[in-house]
């Protein structure tokens, strides 16, 4: 599991799959959520704008990471 430091107390789902370089752009987040790809803390999460705090860890298929 790859651990993603963020500057601020949280962070949109969203930007975090981005600067965890989960996916290429901002755009690619809203058609994998959707489909019920993306998961936070072992739920699936359907919305983008969902705020991240330290310790949430995202997937996306067999790829994770920590907010840190």
Same mark, same amino acid.
């Given at each position: =599991?790859? %651990?993603?430091?963020?500057?601020?107390? !949280? $962070?949109? +789902? *969203?930007?975090? +799959?981005?600067?965890? @370089? +989960? $996916? %290429?752009?901002?755009?690619?987040?809203?058609?994998? =959520?959707?489909?019920?790809?993306?998961? &936070? @803390?072992?739920?699936?999460?359907? /919305? /983008? *704008?969902?705020?991240? +705090?330290?310790? %949430? &860890? &995202?997937?996306? *298929?067999?790829? !994770?990471? /920590? &907010? !840190?």
């Amino acid at each position: =599991m790859l %651990d993603v430091p963020i500057r601020d107390e !949280s $962070i949109r +789902l *969203g930007q975090f +799959l981005k600067l965890a @370089n +989960l $996916i %290429d752009t901002g755009a690619d987040a809203k058609p994998l =959520m959707i489909q019920g790809l993306v998961q &936070v @803390n072992g739920e699936v999460e359907t /919305r /983008r *704008g969902r705020q991240l +705090l330290k310790g %949430d &860890v &995202v997937a996306l *298929g067999s790829q !994770s990471a /920590r &907010v !840190s």
